[in-house]
């Protein structure tokens, strides 16, 4: 059976990935995932609060005052949330968009992430 989660549990999600102060993210990282948080996608496969901190420091130097936002509703099953999301200029339509599988921890903090890169510019 599958079922709608709260918009609000992506955006905070999304928050960790949009938030730019290096302290500020380490923080919101750890409050997000796991201790073993491990985050796969096709371009990284990274474990731990500070590898995936850092990977969202090298997104958002690569993609410079571009902003993650969910794109439709997160659905959800058991332990594992299914969404998308996009990743453009604040107000515009997003060149990126992706879709990432997270697996919650007992605690409701992510453990497992799968992404996806479902439209990417060239």
């Known amino acids: ?12 999600y999304l928050d960790a990935w949009n938030n730019t102060d290096p302290d500020a993210r380490a923080e919101a990282v750890a409050a997000v995932f796991t201790e073993d948080a491990r985050y796969v996608d096709p371009l990284a496969d ?16 690569q993609f410079p005052g571009f902003v ?3 794109v439709g509703e997160p ?6 949330v299914r969404f998308s999301w996009g990743l453009g200029p604040d107000g515009e339509e997003p060149p990126v968009i992706g879709s990432d599988s997270v697996v919650r921890a007992a605690d409701g903090r992510v453990c497992l992430v799968l992404g996806f890169l479902d439209r990417v510019p060239g």
Do not use: C, K, W, Y
């Open 46 to 61: 990274v474990t731990g609060h500070e590898a995936i901190a850092a990977l969202i420091g090298g997104v958002q130097q």
């Open 68 to 70: 993650f936002r969910p």
């Open 1 to 12: 059976m599958t079922n709608t989660i709260s918009l609000d549990s992506v955006i905070f």
């Open 75 to 80: 659905v959800a099953h058991h332990d594992v």
